[in-house]
């Protein structure tokens, strides 16, 4: 079975200060990480994926995310946060094991302060 | 960049109701899913759907249910008699290839279903 589990439901940051929104996994297989966005009122956009490639994945807008093993972590992170990225992030596992479906996190809201 | 297409956006129906929810997946696409989110809950895996049968559906995916490919372009959920607990946002989504293997797999901008 899988899961998901991302650590924080709110995170407040300052324009031009560091994002960092975490989660962990667990799997049975190797697994297929993702994180999604959903900015108000649309649809999920996918913004980095690993797939047992390199660990430290870049993703679109300046986003990024590492994946550790050991920690069965695969937090995202973004040097400089935007106020455009104001948005729920979803840390999605996809298990080889039970290969037909995405499991989703519960959703991160990121609001960013002037 | 081609996308996943969703209609209605909102439809409110009354309780008992049958109600379809329409999509039109990215057209290269061979594997179709449709995933719902009830407010202030998880994003839920329904079902997918390739080569116009149900690969693997989740536990909510009753008899009630049910999906279709009527052509070669949509894609659509039927509910038969909708309870109040079907109020959700309803997610289409398409891959090109098998989305358990790691390939992307894309999202619509969802159905909000409100039943009253």
């Known amino acids: 079975a899988q899961s998901v589990t991302q650590l924080d439901s709110h995170v407040s940051v300052s324009e031009g200060t560091p994002v960092l929104l975490r989660c962990n996994y667990s799997?049975?297989?190797?697994?297929?990480l993702f994180w999604y966005v959903q900015h108000p009122n649309k649809g999920l956009q996918l913004l980095l994926k690993?797939?047992?490639?390199?660990?430290l994945v870049k993703g679109i807008n300046g986003f990024e995310a590492e994946f550790k093993k050991s920690e069965t972590s695969f937090h995202l992170t973004k040097p400089s946060a935007h106020m455009s990225d104001a948005a729920e992030y979803f840390c999605v596992v996809s298990d080889r094991g039970s290969a037909r479906q995405l499991t989703f996190g519960s959703g991160t809201q990121l609001t960013v302060l002037p | 960049e081609p996308e996943v297409t969703q209609t209605p956006s909102h439809q409110v129906t009354q309780m008992g109701q049958e109600v379809i929810l329409r999509c039109v997946p990215i057209?290269?696409?061979?594997?179709f899913y449709w995933y719902r989110q009830i407010l202030g809950q998880k994003v839920e895996f329904l079902v997918s759907f390739y080569n116009n049968e149900i690969s693997e559906k989740s536990e909510i995916f009753d008899d009630q249910f049910s999906v279709e490919r009527p052509d070669g372009s949509n894609f659509t959920l039927k509910i038969r008699s909708t309870k109040l607990e079907d109020s959700a946002m309803y997610f289409c989504?398409?891959?090109?290839?098998?989305?358990?293997?790691?390939?992307?797999?894309?999202f619509g901008e969802g159905s909000w279903l409100t039943v009253v």
């Open positions: 799997s049975s297989y190797s697994p297929s």
């Open positions: 057209s290269n696409h061979l594997y």
């Open positions: 989504a398409s891959s090109e290839a098998w989305g358990g293997s790691g390939n992307t797999i894309y």
């Open positions: 690993y797939t047992s490639a390199a660990t």
